[in-house]
């Protein structure tokens, strides 16, 4: 079911920013029944990046009952909520009034495959470089081509998800996922501020690890890493086994980031 | 008028790919009439494109006479043709078998002001810099949140246009048109294989041109140009007045592809 500006309906207007420019942002959030444990967060992030992209922020209680209103009756809902700068004249100016677009949307999600879990996805490293734009790095904003074109670059159904890499060869994330890299013991995820998306379990997971550091993670490095492991705040943590054909084990850090993912309150996926 | 995917209507679904990834691309072109001089180049452009985007390439035949259908009545339009990759599953994985979404929209053209044409518009200086992307570079995607922000540095109205930057400090283009300096009597355009819209005028300056060089431009060697000129395909041939404080005169060149211009077949709107 979906809500646009809070009406039931399913079209937008063709002359919408979002379609026109990419002028805007979404997030993706993970529902359990009527509850989605990192509800907070993603309204955190959402008002930050609206600041940053100078959208008007929405009324948190307004998505939420939107919110409600489209997941019900859904066990296991991802809610997609897409914020755009609306119908403006054509040109690149930011309207002088903007009347923000709201996309309110609930999908089924899909059954999990519990051994993805248990022994982690393979990765395929991409050939798509992450382009450095300091102004929309960390934002999850509407302008996605690297990602569409990075994912298109494989189509193995063995292989979940893909590296990507900035210019320079520092590691960033993957497509729709961030990246954790256990070196010598230490929990590291690269810094995102040239580009790639900050993550909201991310963000979670950067406050529950007693010790973890965020920094450039060059590819070599990453590649060395005792454990490597991917966090979504639709998917959880998914441990990765292989990238191309280096091979990883899944390891304490992402079961106890997996345990701290089920102590949320998201279900227990993992074997 | 509009008329999507050949219907006339003026929206789209709110899960196209257009809308929730900026999926696509898009071509504005200009009509005197039911004339567009500078079709067959806007076609090569754009079935170029398609081909880096993996979308399948229109019919050109098609798109004239949608062309003609939406613009008719109008002494002077801007057409946009926008393509996206059309509804699929969440995720940023394409659809096995896209369904181009088909928009064709015309707008009538805004009264030039003659002025801008014979003294030369204003510049003002962007802070955002342009990101590079070679995948992308060249293309008129629909990922254009760094033009959004770009145009939303200044206000002031006798500002006309933005000139941008790659993080290098290599000028790239204006934010809606692309840049021709003159130096040493030379005309030179700054290579867009790293970032930048390879605009269709610019295309076809390259051929009228008796002597050119694309190459990277820094930002100090194109500040002490002998002249500067924006190039549209919508607006024409724009001599630069000033960026910022740095005042320009315009010059014979920017003359002689005026002239050019309104010899393809468009209005001479210079003074």
Redesign the interface.
Known sequence: M?L?DGQP???????????????GL?ETVRFVGAVAPLWSRHMQRLARSCER??LPIPDPGLLWREAQAVSGGLAHA?L?I?L??GVGE?????PAAARVTR?V?A?PVPAPDATLYRDGVRLHLCG??L???P??AGIK????????????EWNDPAVAEGLLCD?CGNVISA??ANLFAVLDGVPVTPALER?GVAGVLRAELLEALPRVEVRDLPLHECLQAGELFLSSSVRGILPVQAVGTKMFAPGPVARAMQAHWRGLGFPMEQA
């Not at 937008?12 to 002028?23: C, N, P, Q």
């Not at 054509?90 to 930011?94: I, P």
């Open positions: 979906m646009v309906q399913d079209v937008v207007s063709a002359l919408d920013r979002g379609l026109l420019y990419g002028d979404f992209l100078r991802v997609r897409t755009t700068r054509r040109g690149y100016a930011m996309i949307a999908f798509t470089r382009a450095e734009q102004r929309l904003h509407l302008n996605r081509l690297e990602q569409v074109l990075a994912r298109a210019a497509t729709a580009c």
